[in-house]
């Protein structure tokens, strides 16, 4: 099995600092644990045991790192003269040479890249070979090397030279020259810190509140969240309090907020003059006339099992119970589920023949040509079309219009639109058609979704529903989609979760992430036809 690179890092640093304080012994232990050595270790186990004074080891060592590393001309210099300490001349000589010729005619060679803070002078080299000579007895060559050593380029000699000239003189034996004790290869500084663990996430620091409604920014310790309502941080003087509205209102101006009946609003501050007040609503803030308010207890609010279709503000808290499986339905295969196409999904790639680009506003037919009887009706499929109908057009005709405009089959045809403020899609009036919408009334224009369908085996759509957030699927049995889908309810797993339909497919997902706005779309609808 091969030895981890970071094992054989945090050995070879321990070892390193152990010889930093001179525990040889430490050192060796440590070195020794590593099994698959490589040339820069086994250098420093060679140098703790000459630190020891074992010159059979270190030269073993020696001869270990020269295998790892041919070209390493420090090796041979330093196993010449251990070799020589160890009274063995003639091997000492041959690595001099070595080490000579690994020099590549420079003059010095620096091994701080590789971790050891040493440098290598081809004089040195020449040195330990006059050395050789001197114990051989060969006092005249060693004469001749160490002058040629004197005429090498490089620093670091000090009068080495000419004191070991002095010394041939009268026939002194000269000391070989080796790596300091304790200079060893080290490990890189940087490789070392990485196996340190580090916290790249660092500790948490609250410089704001993150309540679902809170409207306050700043620094302020965290709150302890609760389930239930929550009411946001207002100035001294203020009243607080939730309510909740007593019918629809569309917003009139971009500091006014669109509100469908029953919604749940926090009233931030009394009314103004103008009979205005400042409420939060689905995380905004904005103005609703204070006679449309009623107050709410939330603790009451709470306590209710009612069902509300109205969602407070803030992203809701996850159901408390575990996700049910798929509800079981009858044995009878199903052919699929319908190809609904909301506003919010990305259409598949456009067949051969169909519009590469959707035409605008600006591109459709005016209402004010030719013809000021007819409507301009905008249809959404996999792409968008334009046609002018007349106005009091039957549904039946109308699809038989946009199939033949679409090439599809107009029995699996389904003709959808939006309420002013509203997010789902509402079926077209089978019996008047376009007559049912007020837009044609206002402006001579039209906005349907067309939903190519295939039946799905007994089942019923019951209601729709709007997406308030994106949701992820948890499970296999789950259905994503995102904010501001509309969902297809097919049944009621439980109290929080529901199992519906979207964009062809059909799961499960939390009755919180989404909410019913048909009463809302009713009553607007209503209000828009007085």
């Not at 051989?136 to 380029?153: F, N, P, S, T």
């Not at 809170?214 to 965290?222: C, K, Q, S, Y």
């Not at 009979?275 to 904005?286: F, P, R, S, W």
Request: aromatic share 8%.
């Amino acid at each position: 099995m091969a030895m981890l690179y970071t094992e054989l890092l945090r050995l070879w640093d321990e070892a390193v600092k152990a010889m930093d304080v001179q525990d040889w012994k430490g050192a060796l232990a440590k070195l020794d644990d590593i099994y698959e050595p490589t040339a820069r270790t086994l250098f420093a186990t060679a140098a703790a045991h000459l630190a020891l004074g074992q010159l059979q080891p270190a030269i073993q060592a020696l001869e270990q790192t020269i295998i790892k590393d041919e070209r390493l001309a420090v090796g041979f210099f330093q196993r010449a003269g251990v070799l020589l300490l160890a009274n063995r001349p003639e091997e000492a000589l041959a690595d001099c040479i070595c080490a000579q010729k690994h020099m590549r005619e420079n003059g010095v060679i620096d091994y701080r890249q590789l971790g050891l803070r040493y440098k290598l002078y081809s004089w040195q080299v020449l040195y330990n070979a006059a050395a050789v000579h001197v114990r051989m007895g060969h006092w005249d060559k060693a004469r001749d090397i160490l002058l040629a050593a004197a005429e090498e380029k490089g620093g670091a000699r000090g009068g080495t030279v000419e004191a070991a000239l002095d010394s041939i003189s009268r026939r002194e034996v000269l000391a070989p020259l080796l790596v300091p004790v304790g200079d060893v290869f080290r490990p890189r500084k940087e490789e070392v810190e990485q196996l340190k663990q580090r916290d790249f996430l660092g500790k948490a620091k609250v410089i704001t509140s993150a309540l679902p409604n809170d409207d306050f920014a700043g620094f302020d310790p965290l709150r302890g969240q609760k389930p239930g309502f929550y009411e946001p941080k207002v100035g001294s003087g203020r009243d607080s309090r939730y309510m909740h509205m007593k019918s629809v209102y569309m917003g009139r101006n971009p500091e006014e907020l669109s509100v469908p009946a029953g919604g749940m609003v926090f009233m931030f501050s009394e009314a103004d003059q103008t009979g205005m007040a400042t409420v939060i609503y689905d995380g905004k803030k904005g103005l609703l006339p204070i006679t449309m308010l009623d107050p709410v207890d939330p603790k009451k609010a709470k306590k209710s099992k009612k069902k509300v279709d109205s969602v407070p503000n803030g992203i809701p808290f996850p159901p408390a119970l575990s996700p049910p499986t798929r509800p079981e339905t009858s044995s009878s295969p199903r052919d699929g589920p319908p190809s609904y196409v909301s506003a919010t999904q990305s259409f598949p790639p456009l067949q051969y023949g169909a519009p590469a680009i959707s035409p605008t506003d600006s591109d459709l037919p005016s209402s004010s040509s030719d013809d000021p009887g007819s409507v301009v009706v905008k249809v959404h499929y996999r792409y968008t079309v334009a046609l002018r109908v007349p106005p009091g057009t039957p549904y039946d005709e109308l699809q038989q219009k946009i199939a033949h405009k679409l090439g599809q089959s107009p029995s699996q045809l389904r003709l959808r639109f939006k309420h002013h403020g509203t997010q789902a899609l509402t079926p077209l009036d089978t019996t008047e058609g376009l007559q049912s919408l007020a837009e044609v009334a206002e402006s001579g224009r039209a906005t349907l979704w067309c939903q190519h369908e295939d039946p799905l085996a007994n089942r019923t759509i019951l209601y729709q529903m709007v997406a308030l957030y994106d949701y992820t699927t948890q499970g296999p049995e789950d259905l994503e989609f995102s904010e501001g889908d509309t969902i297809d309810i097919l049944s009621e797993v439980n109290e929080e979760w529901l199992e519906g339909h979207t964009a062809g497919s059909i799961g499960i997902f939390p009755r919180c992430f989404a909410y019913r706005d048909g009463e809302a779309a009713q009553e607007a609808h209503s209000a828009t036809m007085l």
